[in-house]
């Protein structure tokens, strides 16, 4: 087969030529260099994006466990305070405000006290500010109305609840990711 019987569809301008050398793919030399353009470019997003997945790797191995446990914090708050919206504070019953950050995620066994609930759903409640940060968690109050809200039985489990939970990197990463994705579900429920 000749290279006379052969025709090609240009990759640039989509005209049908006849190939006057081997492997030629364009049908004019202002299409070549436009093709040629369009390949150096392609060549340059490549290597820009191999850059910054090497960056974000060196990212991700520079974080320490502590840095990723306060982002993790972070969205598992944020993802109880979008699971508690419109519901009454935990501690004394006043209605918490629709607007973010007007309220916190008070846990019922603190993160101090028992770090291994850092991250359980059922110790985390929305809470107002006053009783979570002037009242130092208002825990008395806190356990009537967590009595009221999943009962006795369950207010108990928690109390009682000494599984060690350690997490790896790896794991908080995920738990954040988890979360953030939770809240913003839910938060677009609330405005649908």
């Not at 301008?13 to 202002?30: E, G, L, W």
């Not at 910054?52 to 944020?78: D, E, G, H, I, Y």
Request: hydrophobic share 35%; charged share 30%.
């Amino acid at each position: 087969m000749t290279i006379d019987n052969i025709i090609v569809k240009c990759k640039v301008c989509s005209d049908i030529f006849t190939p006057t050398r081997p492997m030629q793919k364009v049908c004019s030399p202002a299409c070549a260099m436009q093709h040629a353009r369009a390949q150096s470019e392609k060549k340059q997003a490549k290597a820009q994006a191999a850059e910054r997945k090497a960056v974000r790797l060196k990212l991700q191995a520079l974080q320490t466990k502590p840095w990723l446990v306060k982002k993790a914090q972070a969205a598992f708050n944020a993802f109880i305070r979008a699971r508690d919206v419109g519901k009454p504070c935990i501690s004394c019953g006043r209605p918490l405000g629709a607007e973010p950050n007007t309220y916190d995620c008070g846990h019922y066994r603190s993160v101090g006290s028992a770090p291994h609930m850092r991250f359980v759903e059922e110790n985390a409640h929305g809470q107002c500010k006053r009783c979570n940060n002037h009242l130092g968690g208002n825990h008395v109050e806190y356990r009537k109305w967590l009595i009221q809200r999943v009962g006795l039985q369950e207010v108990e489990r928690i109390e009682r609840d000494q599984v060690p939970r350690r997490y790896t990197k790896e794991g908080l990463i995920e738990l954040a990711r988890h979360y953030r994705q939770a809240a913003r579900k839910l938060r677009s429920e609330h405005e649908a």
